[in-house]
């Protein structure tokens, strides 16, 4: 009888000290399936971001905060897209939905980098905005509402328009290309 009593105390012994060792390894093995949070970056979904301030705070660079998310100006003539001539294509350095082709960038002079048109309908919103006694239209990123910039009617043609964007809220990713392949052999 003692024997049997003896037998069992050694297997709730042995499941005790088996349970205390697997909860460690089970909880590493929860926090690498833990999804990556930190970036809110996608260039092919198009679903609406929505984040409150603060988490918007913890993700951004103070820098793309201020303009993205407080509507502030970065300094004229600062922004290494100004002059920036590279093919390919911008996104929104908040989201990465893509914005701005290349080929409808020109230089304005006016110290931003300037657009007559974005990609598609649907990647900008507009806002009006009388902020500073001016009547102007604020452009958003279509996906999270980020401030970009304001569009004017004083560009070229085709659209005869002026999307005057913040380069620190933009991302440049070059065209994967056929054309620059051609261009270093010839
Ligand atoms: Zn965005």
Request: charged letters at 25%; hydrophobic letters at 30%.
């Amino acid at each position: 009888m003692s024997k049997n009593i003896y037998k069992i105390y050694t297997v709730l012994l042995l499941l005790f000290v088996s349970s205390c060792y697997s909860q460690p390894s089970s909880k590493t093995k929860h926090m690498d399936n833990t999804p990556n949070q930190e970036s809110a970056k996608a260039s092919t979904d198009s679903n609406a971001v929505i984040k409150t301030d603060a988490e918007w705070k913890k993700i951004l660079s103070p820098e793309v905060y201020y303009i993205a998310r407080e509507k502030g100006t970065e300094r004229p003539f600062t922004s290494k897209f100004e002059t920036f001539k590279e093919v390919g294509t911008y996104y929104c350095a908040v989201c990465g939905n893509p914005l701005f082709k290349s080929d409808t960038k020109f230089e304005s002079g006016c110290g931003w980098p300037s657009f007559y048109e974005p990609i598609s309908k649907n990647s900008v919103i507009y806002l009006p905005d009388n902020s500073y006694g001016m009547k102007r239209t604020e452009v958003e990123c279509g996906r999270c509402k980020s401030h970009l910039g304001h569009v004017f009617e004083d560009g070229p043609p085709p659209t005869g328009l002026r999307y005057c964007i913040n380069g620190v809220v933009l991302d440049f990713k070059k065209a994967q290309a056929a054309e620059e392949k051609y261009n270093n052999r010839h």
